[in-house]
């Protein structure tokens, strides 16, 4: 497998190896036909990053440049895949859930439970998050946390280009509403690909790197913080254990449990802000089901309860870390 | 003067940069002859020992267990028992002067796989070494080119030695065609015509070794001998749980045990190489080709295709390697290819012998083939 592509290229290739394999396959969203619509700049970008460049014109009709209206298309979007077909809807920047969000949590989310199992809503709803773009307050959020409480929804935060393709094809072939959520900052991510198609199934997580001291659960982009903190603690002799979720709905519990009865001490990285996060709702899991095994207290490495600031400087301490990862697996470490 | 011979990392397949050290088998003053295994190491994928190219002394241990080195690292010193430790110091200190690890960006890392048409469909292989007469590696059900990790190269000291993907598997397309072992040598047969080989000496693992005695049956003079290992269609038998549990296993948990029944030290079945089993058996098209080539070959723990004759019957040197304690193919099968086959049996080993055992498989092949 030595073929590398980056993180951007792997879920364009996901989408188009879909799009070529199954006709219901559709995509919509804002610019994602490459800006302004006019003839001569259709297909010139492929969205505000170029994630869907070289589609438009390879499946005709089928890639639909919407209206500045995340509510219209979104809503759009839900009903098709209620009628037969498979739409991939883009919606840019996570940060702009607001305004469709009855559309996603209220509609698509609901329907397989309302209509008795005879409905299925299998549409995907793509969109970048993160902070570390300089892109301030209402385009850096992480918010797979709030997807992730509600029933009915799948959640995935791919961290790397082979997971991101298989990620992606398997949320495009489910039928079951999935929100795929795509770290900027990883976009240039190179990884290995396999050019064929392939899937990774949801709710298995990866061990991204094997130790018997510490657990550290980390999601999405965190999952790198957390191996180059790790890389760094092996030269101090403290081997963690780096499990990379990979979807936060379902979430693999077993594998997280299995890990914390070996290491019996647990750090959890989280890029949310720290009420109601994935963090607090891993560590109100591990406190239950292993407190026996548990040796420490529980460490969360999480933004603080507050914005992604505008200032670059105050951007760059939002984030967690590898130094602050290695500073908290280090408490733990030490903890008696 | 008498030489300072440095043991260092191996690179064992493109993607190790580093490997960990998990013990000397070797104390420090022992001598050691040429082909002793010396210190075990290991890699994000395998196990294995480094062993020695030089007879002399283990003069130093300079890394030490769970020590992680680059790759071409210094593991230690072997010297003949007169090398002043003044020397030998000098050597160590000059080499620590000097080493830069290679950080794996550059692009010529030595050979890499290529893709080739046959017949309509692309098989990968990796070409290594010049000349001679040429080797074809055939690995086994479910495995790929890289079953030959450790034997590849040093088989490739003296001949030019193809491992291929058969259909299927690996890198190669996903279509088998029917399955059974004379479509899978045909593609060998493509293969050769493909790459220009008239004749060529195989050697196949397990299914491997099946294919290769179906492309002696179909064309005999394309074969100069056979070199089968833990080889199917021997014999009736194989482990029907097995088969069954690698083509249904989906998730780490399901494959891991399966996966340990190849080896006799399941240790060496790491996270990486479940892992890169799991990517394999996810990539669309290999879950049919893996249930139409074992619902061909391999149905209810019967093997459907017994060609012991063909190997008995060759006129050619057929030589058969086997793992003592393998639990997928009985070892009773080794006896299975005619009274002229030279039989080779390795106490304690495994299905996947000539990955756990390389250096003595890699002996006795090349031994055989003079």
Redesign the interface.
């Known amino acids: 497998?030595?073929r590398k592509i980056t993180y951007q290229q792997a879920i364009n290739e996901a989408l188009d190896q879909e799009m070529a394999r199954d006709p219901r396959v559709i995509i919509m969203g804002e610019d994602n036909a490459g800006g302004a619509g006019a003839p001569g700049e259709e297909d010139a970008w492929g969205g505000v990053l170029g994630v869907t460049k070289g589609l438009f014109h390879k499946y005709p009709g089928r890639v639909l440049d919407t209206p500045i209206s995340e509510s219209g298309y979104v809503g759009a979007a839900v009903g098709a895949a209620c009628n037969g077909l498979r739409p991939v809807a883009e919606l840019m920047f996570v940060d702009f859930i607001g305004v469709c969000f009855d559309q996603i949590y209220n509609q698509a989310a609901k329907f397989r439970y309302m209509f008795g199992g005879k409905a299925e809503t299998p549409v995907v709803i793509r969109a970048m998050y993160g902070a570390g773009f300089r892109a301030a307050a209402q385009h850096s959020q992480c918010l797979y946390n709030m997807f992730t409480h509600i029933p009915g929804l799948k959640v995935v935060v791919p961290s790397n280009p082979?997971d991101a393709k298989?990620l992606l094809i398997q949320a495009i072939r489910d039928n079951d509403p999935v929100i795929f959520l795509e770290h900027k900052v990883l976009y240039t991510m190179e990884g290995e690909v396999?050019e064929?198609?392939?899937?990774?199934?949801f709710g298995?997580a990866?061990?991204a790197r094997?130790g018997d001291d510490v657990t550290i659960v980390a999601f999405g982009r965190m999952v790198n913080q957390a191996l180059t903190a790790a890389a760094a603690l092996?030269k101090q002799g403290i081997h963690c254990e780096v499990i990379d979720p990979r979807t936060t709905s379902p979430l693999d519990e077993d594998t997280i449990l299995e890990s914390v009865e070996k290491t019996g001490r647990l750090v959890i990285v989280d890029e949310s802000t720290p009420r109601c996060s994935m963090a607090s709702d891993i560590a109100g899991i591990v406190a239950q089901k292993a407190f026996g095994a548990l040796k420490a207290p529980i460490e969360q490495v999480t933004a603080p309860h507050v914005p992604v600031p505008f200032s670059d400087a105050l951007e760059d301490l939002y984030v967690p870390s590898p130094a602050r990862i290695e500073a908290a697996v280090t408490r733990v470490k030490e903890y008696r | 003067m008498s030489a300072i011979h440095k043991l260092t990392m191996p690179k064992w397949g493109l993607s190790m940069q580093e490997g960990k050290v998990n013990g000397w088998l070797k104390e420090i003053g022992e001598s050691i002859a040429v082909g002793e295994e010396i210190v075990e190491v290991e890699s994000e994928k395998i196990a294995g020992a480094v062993e020695a190219s030089v007879a002399g002394v283990l003069r130093r241990q300079i890394a030490s267990a769970e020590d992680v080195l680059p790759v071409g690292g210094l593991l230690g010193i072997v010297a003949d028992a007169e090398v002043p430790d003044a020397d030998i110091d000098a050597a160590i200190a000059d080499f620590l002067a000097n080493f830069t690890p290679d950080t794996g960006d550059e692009e010529d890392a030595g050979p890499k796989p290529e893709k080739i048409e046959v017949g309509g469909r692309k098989l990968r292989y990796l070409k290594r070494g010049e000349g001679g007469e040429p080797m074809i590696l055939i690995h086994g059900f479910g495995g790929d080119l890289n079953n030959w990790l450790f034997n590849h190269e040093a088989l490739a000291a003296d001949r030019t030695v193809y491992a291929l993907d058969l259909p299927g598997h690996g890198e190669s397309a996903k279509d088998v065609g029917d399955g059974s072992l004379a479509s899978l040598a045909a593609a060998v047969v493509g293969f050769m015509d493909a790459v220009g080989l008239d004749a060529a000496h195989l050697v196949g693992h397990s299914m491997g070794g099946a294919v290769s005695m179906a492309v002696a049956q179909a064309a005999p003079a394309r074969v100069r001998s056979l070199t089968l290992i833990a080889s199917a269609a021997l014999g009736d038998e194989i482990n029907g749980a097995y088969i069954d549990g690698f083509v249904g296993a989906n998730d780490r948990r399901a494959l891991k045990p399966v996966l340990s029944q190849l080896f006799s030290d399941a240790g060496l079945v790491t996270r990486q190489l479940i892992d890169d089993m799991l990517k394999y058996k996810r990539l669309e098209g290999v879950d049919a080709a893996l249930r139409t080539i074992s619902d061909t070959l391999f149905e209810h723990g019967r093997q459907a295709t017994r060609l012991a004759p063909v190997a008995a019957g060759l006129g050619k040197p057929v030589l058969v390697i086997w793992g003592e304690n393998d639990q997928i193919i009985p070892v009773a099968h080794a006896r299975a290819a005619g009274k002229d086959a030279l039989v080779e049996v390795l106490t304690g080993q495994g299905h996947m012998v000539q990955m756990e055992a390389a250096n003595e498989v890699n002996r006795l092949i090349a031994r055989f083939l003079g």
């Open positions: 497998m030595a082979y298989g396999p064929e198609s392939y899937t990774v199934p298995e990866n061990v094997e092996q």
